[in-house]
C-alpha cells in the first residue's frame, strides 16, 4: 500500500535536507513551508506520516496536530523540535502523536522513526478500512435478519429461535443462510465472532 509523508518546516534549508535524505531512502516527502499552506493543499485521507517542526509562524506543530485529529486524519505524526523538554514531549504525545524528533540527532534515526510510523499509519488505516466493511456488511441485514443473528450469538438453536420469533425452524435457516451469505461469515464461528467483534 503507498503512503505518503509531508514534511512541514518554516526552516527552508531544513525542509530540503530531510526531503532529499527521506527520498533517498525510499522515503519521498512533500514538503510545505507552513501548517497553513499544508492544510491549503486539500490532501486526500491516506495513510502515511507528518513530520512538523513545533514551532513555526502561526499555526505551530501542536495546533496542527490538533486539527489533523479533529478530522481523524490517519497520518501518523513526528514532532520536530530543536529542544524538546518533559513538559513538551508528554504534550505531544498526549494529543496522539507517534514520536517526538530531537532536530540535531542523526537523520538516519529520523528515517528509522519515519519508516516505523508509516507502517503504524498503514496498519491503523488497514483496521479502520476492514471495520467500515463490516459495518456496512452489517448495515444490509433487515430488521428480520438481525433478530436471528442476535438470537444465533445469543447461542439459541434454530428450534428456540423458531418459537421466540413465531416463524417456522425453516424460515429461519433461510434468515440464517442470509445472514451469513450477507455478512461473509463461512461459519457459525466465524458469524459470532464477527458479531461479536463489531
Sequence with gaps: ???????????????SVVAEYLAGDDLPATVFASAEDFFAAALEPGP?????DIRMPGMGGLELQRRLAAVDHP???????????????VAVVKNGAYDVFEKGRPLPELVEMVRAAVECSIK??????????????????????????ERIVSG???KVIATDLAISIRTVEIHRARVMRKLGAESIADLVRMALER
Excluded: I
Design 124 to 149: 491503523d488505516w488497514r483496521e479502520k478500512q476492514d471495520s467500515s466493511e463490516v459495518t456496512r456488511r452489517f448495515d444490509r441485514l433487515t430488521p428480520r435478519e438481525s433478530e436471528v443473528l
Design 1 to 15: 500500500m503507498s503512503a505518503h509523508v509531508y514534511v512541514v518546516d518554516d526552516d527552508a534549508e531544513l525542509r
Design 48 to 52: 502515511g506520516c507528518l513530520l512538523t
Design 156 to 158: 439459541k438453536p434454530n
Design 75 to 89: 497520518l501518523a505524526v513526528v514532532v520536530m523540535s530543536a529542544f524538546v523538554d518533559v513538559a513538551t514531549a
